[in-house]
């Protein structure tokens, strides 16, 4: 099977003013996403997710390293990319206000040259499965916000590329359009022979429901990349585990004990809860003294199965937000 | 095959540039403002005029030459700076410019594409205002005897040369956006001083009529009025120069413009890309 993206060693970076130093976005990624993959990158804000998209989507130069996209180089070739990619960001609100939403459709694509006859058929078919039909004459000011965003994502599909990048999708959408965004999405991608799909997300959930391959990325280097079950199978020799606890002082105390591996805290009224992984069992021991010696008391503890966040955990040691 | 893509990415880049000139009000009031705007702009300068000189009578000539060339001056400020300013609209306000960047579309076909709408509704401008001048101001005018063919070849050189150049700026426009809107003011008002608009380059010292003689804006002119007023030319320190010269003239700095434009173009293009300049949002 051929590699719809290969990166080699590459490196971006941003050059810092008087006062800051350059910012390495991306720092000597390898990286193979194949042909007929949906493929995932999970990380935190701020890891080089979309900075990789961007690169990948012929946006933005690589500072060093090689790139290449459906077979091209993304430096030299992006003219040969372009008609086979589109690219879809979360979180934007971009489109033009005076314009309906099936006329923003439109324009983009016959600048993609879909024959008139195909592109109203798509059109209407993805409003369809969007849920945007009753909406397809009104003006793209007078909508909502997630209105517009599964708009964009309408035109990322609308061109029909073999390749699409998807940059935070289902960002502050509520959970029907992100399901349907994520359905669409994983249909697409199974029901057409070829077609990649390259998702970034910190949604862990998403990632593990979505992706044939998850690359967990932070702070611009790949940490792991493989099914998100040959991941979490990883983390499976460790012991995770959930503790309620009243509230103690100093909960990074917690990372300081030897043995565990990565911990979340999440407060919730009166109460904590905390999710650890760690190398064994008996790490658990001093886990709850030091609790107890911080003025804390655990009022229950779960092991757990692993996930994701626990994978991510494992390798950074810290939660993804 | 690459001249179909073209003409399509014109069509809809000039449709979409219609739209949102033409989309923000109801069709009544589009019209009255695109009468009166170019109205009262002009009404400015012919207010100066008659300041210092009483009457439009008092140089008919004199009055000709600033009136045309005023009114063509339309075309620059607002073709030009029009499709500079669509890098700017895209990225900032509508957010759509990587989108566009990406899709497989010529960018500077695009551009211009987008700067179509703006010919269309200022020839409309231009052709009120000139009305305005012949019917109400009196401006000597004839019809009947204006030279179509120089006319129309010189709009269609002139226009041409304008999304050149509009093209450069928007090259620019693509590395910077609080200085957008200074750099393409500034190229306007350096059009209007030099390139003989409301008064003619024989009043420029000598190296300000070597920098009118050097930009393509300054024939273009010439050519439009002496088809439309041939009188003027014993003011305009063109003189000189045949109609015929003019064109050669006006073609090669045309030529020498679309060279640089296209290179400048190219190299933001590549900074763009470099400093990750597409798709930044600066709330200027």
């Given at each position: 099977m051929n590699n719809a993206v290969e990166?080699?060693?590459?490196?971006?970076?941003?050059?810092?003013?008087?006062?800051q130093q350059a910012i390495i976005a991306l720092d000597n990624i390898d990286l193979d996403v194949r042909e007929g993959e949906l493929f995932g990158l999970l990380g935190p804000n701020g890891a080089g997710k979309t900075t990789l998209i961007k690169i990948l989507a012929t946006l933005l130069l690589p500072s060093s390293g090689k790139v290449t996209v459906l077979g091209y180089d993304v430096e030299r070739e992006a003219h040969k990319i372009r008609p086979r990619i589109n690219m879809v960001s979360g979180g934007e609100f971009s489109g033009y206000g005076l314009l309906t939403v099936r006329e923003n459709l439109w324009m983009f694509s016959q600048f993609y040259g879909i024959p008139t006859r195909i592109a109203k058929q798509r059109i209407d078919e993805l409003l369809h499965d969007f849920e945007l039909a009753d909406k397809a004459d009104a003006k793209v000011r007078t909508i909502s916000t997630g209105q517009r965003q599964r708009m964009n994502v309408v035109r990322g599909f609308v061109t029909d590329p073999d390749l699409i990048f998807l940059d935070e999708p289902t960002l502050g959408l509520d959970v029907n359009s992100s399901r349907t965004i994520r359905d669409y999405i994983r249909r697409w991608v199974r029901e057409q022979n070829g077609k990649t799909a390259l998702i970034t997300t910190h949604y862990m959930m998403e990632a593990e429901e979505l992706c044939d391959r998850v690359a967990i990325i932070d702070r611009g280097r790949i940490l792991a990349c493989d099914s998100p079950c040959n991941l979490k199978k990883?983390?499976?020799?460790?012991?995770?585990?959930?503790?309620?606890?009243?509230?103690f002082a100093d909960l990074d105390s917690i990372g300081?004990?030897?043995g565990v591996k990565g911990y979340t805290g999440e407060t919730n009224g009166e109460r904590q809860k905390i999710r650890i992984v760690a190398e064994e069992e008996s790490v658990l021991a001093e886990v709850i003294q030091?609790?107890?010696?911080?003025?804390?008391?655990?009022?229950?503890?779960?092991?757990v199965e692993s996930t994701l966040e626990d994978v991510f955990l494992q390798l950074v040691g810290r939660g993804l937000i | 095959m690459a001249v179909n893509e073209h003409l399509r990415t014109i069509r809809w880049a000039a449709w979409l540039g219609w739209q949102m000139e033409s989309n923000w009000t109801s069709p009544f009031l589009f019209i009255i403002y695109s009468i009166i705007k170019p109205i009262m702009a002009t009404l400015i300068v012919v207010f100066m005029y008659l300041i210092i000189l009483k009457s439009v009578?008092?140089?008919?000539?004199?009055?000709?030459?600033?009136?045309?060339?005023?009114?063509f001056y339309m075309y620059v400020a607002q073709v030009l700076f029009g499709i500079s300013w669509v890098v700017h609209e895209d990225r900032e306000h509508y957010q759509t410019l990587k989108q566009i960047y990406i899709a497989p579309i010529n960018f500077p076909v695009y551009l211009v594409g987008r700067g179509i709408s703006k010919i269309i509704i200022t020839t409309a401008s231009v052709i009120v205002t000139l009305a305005f001048g012949i019917l109400v101001l009196g401006l000597p005018v004839n019809i009947w005897k204006i030279d179509w063919p120089l006319l129309i070849v010189a709009m269609v050189l002139g226009l041409f040369c304008i999304c050149t150049i509009g093209i450069a700026l928007a090259g620019i426009s693509l590395l910077t956006a609080r200085h957008g809107t200074g750099i393409n003011e500034g190229v306007a008002g350096v059009f209007y001083l030099f390139c003989g608009v409301i008064f003619p380059i024989t009043f420029l010292p000598s190296w300000g009529q070597s920098i009118a003689f050097f930009i393509p804006i300054t024939y273009w002119l010439e050519l439009l009025r002496r088809s439309m007023m041939p009188e003027t030319?014993?003011?305009?320190g063109l003189a000189n120069?045949?109609?015929?010269?003019?064109?050669?003239?006006?073609?090669?700095?045309?030529?020498?413009f679309l060279f640089f434009s296209l290179i400048i173009l190219k190299y933001a293009d590549f900074l763009a890309r470099k400093k990750g300049k597409l798709d930044m949002t600066t709330a200027y």
């Open positions: 990166c080699r060693s590459l490196t971006r970076s941003f050059k810092g003013n008087a006062k990883q983390v499976q020799r460790d012991a995770v585990f959930t503790l309620e606890t009243t509230q300081h004990i030897s030091v609790i107890a010696g911080k003025g804390g008391k655990v009022i229950s503890l779960t092991k | 009578n008092a140089d008919p000539v004199l009055f000709s030459y600033m009136f045309i060339g005023n009114a030319i014993s003011i305009s120069y045949s109609a015929q010269e003019m064109m050669v003239l006006l073609l090669v700095s045309i030529l020498l």
